[in-house]
């Protein structure tokens, strides 16, 4: 079992940056990627970066690329993304999730989640 807890939400006027932080526990090994995914209301649930847990690979939606920065700290257990310029096209529910094996942008694959952290972009 693996243990997902978002946190870094809020409230941010457009332009400006927020970073979430994910945090894990309990069955934390390599290999695995961690993804970040984003649901807006009455839309579906998208996917918004990933990153394998050696750090060596990272991956982008296209919306998102260029403004936001996915990292992580081994010693922390910990993922973070950092979100630049910010939209309100951007305001959603982001969670976490965790996938052991091969990155990918479908959530289904992943089998551990967090419970959320409300991003709001206000324009």
């Known amino acids: 079992q693996v243990q997902l807890v978002e946190s870094g939400g809020g409230l941010v006027q457009a332009g400006g940056s927020l970073r979430l932080s994910c945090a894990a526990s309990?069955?934390?090994?390599?290999?695995?990627?961690i993804g970040w995914f984003r649901q807006a209301p009455g839309k579906e649930r998208e996917f918004v970066a990933a990153?394998?847990?050696?750090?060596?690979?990272?991956y982008y939606a296209d919306s998102v690329k260029g403004r936001f920065t996915i990292s992580q700290n081994n010693g922390k257990n910990t993922v973070y993304l950092q979100m630049n310029s910010l939209k309100s096209e951007d305001t959603a529910v982001y969670c976490c999730?965790?996938?052991?094996?091969?990155?990918?942008?479908?959530?289904?694959?992943?089998?551990?989640w967090g419970q959320g952290t409300q991003v709001t972009v206000s324009s």
């Open positions: 309990g069955r934390t090994f390599s290999p695995y990627t």
């Open positions: 999730a965790a996938l052991y094996g091969s990155w990918s942008t479908a959530a289904y694959e992943y089998t551990y």
């Open positions: 990153i394998t847990w050696s750090g060596i690979s990272t």
